[in-house]
């Protein structure tokens, strides 16, 4: 089978996501779209921090999908991992704003991935230490943070062959051949 064919039955596999009148009568926003693009092109090393009020305007898109990033050329040794690893799996990061559910959300969220390394990123001693934005109508000088922010778990991950397998067979594609599902 073609890396073609391979997209298209991707593609209509989850058709159903886009379809669901039943997903649009309980949300009349989710017809909306509302997608968050983030683009930085450069050669010299970007601090994350960059990104965060791009972020921020996209985390609530209006239409109850949430949002997300695409990075590429993550440094490994920030990152602490293996270039390998950062090369192979997949990054997740999940801000917990409860702790307690982090155990919960790894057994069942997490379900269908082979984690391959997980860990809480480092964070300052202090949070209030992090200058917030600038507040009040002159937005003068920026104060520290308000509130602490939820820990954020690091997951780096592969889909685990059997629910690949699976996600295969229900969707007639008959090739798992070098993970193209997973890999298109």
């Avoid at 450069?42 to 994350?48: D, K, Q, S």
């Avoid at 695409?70 to 801000?95: F, K, N």
């Amino acid at each position: 089978m073609n890396r073609g064919t391979i997209a298209q039955r991707l593609l209509d596999s989850r058709s159903h996501l886009i379809n669901d009148e039943e997903w649009s009568a309980r949300s009349p926003d989710a017809a909306e779209g509302g997608c968050g693009v983030l683009g930085l092109a450069c050669n010299l090393p970007v601090a994350g921090r960059h990104v965060v009020e791009a972020a921020a305007q996209m985390h609530n898109r209006g239409n109850g999908k949430g949002g997300g990033i695409a990075a590429a050329g993550l440094d490994p040794v920030q990152m602490d991992i293996s270039p390998e690893t950062l090369r192979d799996a997949y990054l997740i990061q999940i801000a917990y704003l409860d702790p307690k559910a982090r155990r919960e959300v790894e057994q069942t969220r997490l379900a269908p991935f082979d984690l391959l390394q997980g860990y809480r990123v480092p964070t300052l001693d202090d949070w209030r230490d992090v200058p917030g934005p600038a507040l009040g109508p002159s937005k003068g000088e920026a104060e520290g943070l308000e509130m602490r922010p939820p820990d954020v778990w690091r997951y780096f991950a592969r889909v685990k062959p059997d629910v690949l397998a699976r996600f295969a067979e229900t969707h007639g594609l008959d090739t798992l051949q070098d993970r193209a599902i997973e890999d298109p």
